[in-house]
């Protein structure tokens, strides 16, 4: 398929509609907000917008208008940072392109593997002239068929994927002229920005990566709860059987590709923390209010399917048990940084890392500009070496994979025989 590249119409800075009062200039990022800096997190959408208008310009200055006025209680995203924890909300805005292709949205999205989605992702901050302390850019690029792709890139120490769907759920409903709400920025309150945290730095990982989507639909999902189910695992859900069993076929993969013996492996599950704290914290609670449990295996028993579904629920059953008390700020943040941190931050060269975030259940697909729901969204980016992102599929009923491995170990992963009898590659 010959690919068809995006032409660039305009790029300019969207700010907030009113300025931010000079009592909320000062925006502090939590101690969990420092602990993700350094990388963006890059989102796309598609839609056909068969429901909406059809013109070009009429769209654009849409968009513009509603994000410049969603900024006004999303102050933060149109700030600067100026230190490890701090943010001046500034209002120097958020970066904005414009774009235009000659295809179609259906057919793209018939054959996008053959395509590149960061054709229709803003380019990296710090290109183009963009203000590299930038914390939002965003490509609209508009189809020669009315379809819309919006991709963006979301600074992570201002925002986690809940955060980031609650922002873009109120744009959407300000383009449609009903009513966002304001954010909650009380974060350091729960979580104190600490000056001795050093900020990471992204820095791309070595060797070759490659990234492949999986796709799990309701009937190969359901027949993975029943297997976890015949062995004893209750109740199992979708995030927790699809984990399972792309960690076991990946540690398999890199077991083959090195030294033919399985390794001691982490496995991470990124957790929202909004309604397990107790009090809870509230529903627009911007920031990054994630925290992780993790598993470890080094044995072959352990790395059976039904032992690792069961290894993943009773780990979140008592990291959630652990959280879900009145704590004292000291008490939660001591907690927190308990050995299974301590798991994550080693850096063990004898032992492989795996991390798994979910954007399952998280409203993604309610971003509604009035155009109708997204026909697709997707994670988009080359991802991090071993970092799986599972997302709900459109119906709702299924779940998608994004899966980054070695490229040795993808192409041993991904012809798994045990895998695709669950999923199918896409």
């Known amino acids: 398929m010959e690919t068809m590249k995006p032409e660039i119409i305009a790029r300019e800075t969207i700010k ?36 909406g208008n059809n013109n070009n310009s009429v769209i654009s200055s849409g968009l513009k208008k509603s994000l410049s006025e969603t900024l006004t209680h999303y102050y933060p995203l149109a700030g600067r940072i100026i230190d490890g924890a701090t943010i001046e909300c500034n209002d120097e805005g958020a970066c904005f392109t414009e774009a235009r292709v000659t295809s179609h949205v259906e057919e793209f999205l018939k054959h996008h593997e053959d395509w590149n989605l960061e054709l229709f992702m803003p380019e990296e901050i710090g290109r183009k002239g963009w203000d590299k302390r930038s914390l939002l850019i965003i490509q609209v690029t508009l189809f020669i068929c009315g379809g819309i792709a919006i991709g963006m890139r979301i600074a992570h120490e201002v925002a986690d994927i809940a955060a980031i769907s609650a922002f873009l759920n109120d744009w959407a409903a300000t383009m449609t002229h009903k009513s966002g709400k304001e954010i909650s920025a009380e974060l350091t309150r729960f979580f104190p920005p600490s000056d001795s945290v050093s900020m990471p730095q992204a820095l791309p990982d070595k060797g070759n990566l490659m990234r492949k989507r999986f796709i799990f639909d309701s009937i190969k999902l359901d027949k993975l709860k029943a297997r976890a189910t015949r062995s004893g695992v209750g109740n199992p859900t979708g995030v927790e059987v699809v984990a399972a069993l792309i960690y076991r076929c990946a540690v398999a993969a890199e077991s083959k590709v090195t030294s033919g013996f399985l390794k001691p492996s982490t496995f991470t599950q990124i957790v929202n923390l909004r309604k397990r704290i107790i009090p809870r914290l509230p529903e627009k609670s911007f920031g990054n209010i994630t925290w992780f449990y993790a598993i470890q295996t080094a044995e072959e028993s352990e790395m059976e399917f039904p032992a690792l579904v069961g290894q993943l629920k009773a780990g979140l ?30 850096d063990d060269q004898h032992v492989n890392k795996y991390i798994c ?10 971003v509604n500009f009035g155009w109708g729901k997204p026909i697709w969204l997707g994670h988009a980016g080359s991802g991090s070496k071993n970092l799986i992102c ?17 490229q040795q170990e ?15 590659l896409h």
């Open 16 to 51: 907030p509609s009113s300025p931010t009062p000079h009592s909320k200039r000062i925006y502090k990022l939590s101690l969990l907000d420092q602990l993700t800096a350094g990388s963006y997190v890059p989102i796309i959408f598609f839609y056909q917008n068969k429901e």
């Open 317 to 346: 059953a008592d990291f959630c048990d652990s959280i879900g008390k009145n704590l004292t700020r000291q008490e939660l943040i001591q907690l927190l940084f308990r050995k299974d941190a301590k798991a994550h931050f080693n």
């Open 357 to 366: 975030t979910s954007w399952c259940r998280s409203s993604l697909y309610e």
């Open 390 to 406: 599972l997302n709900d599929t459109r119906e709702g009923n299924g779940i998608e994979a994004f899966v980054t491995l070695e």
């Open 410 to 424: 993808m192409a041993l992963f991904e012809r798994d025989e045990e895998l695709l009898q669950f999923c199918y």
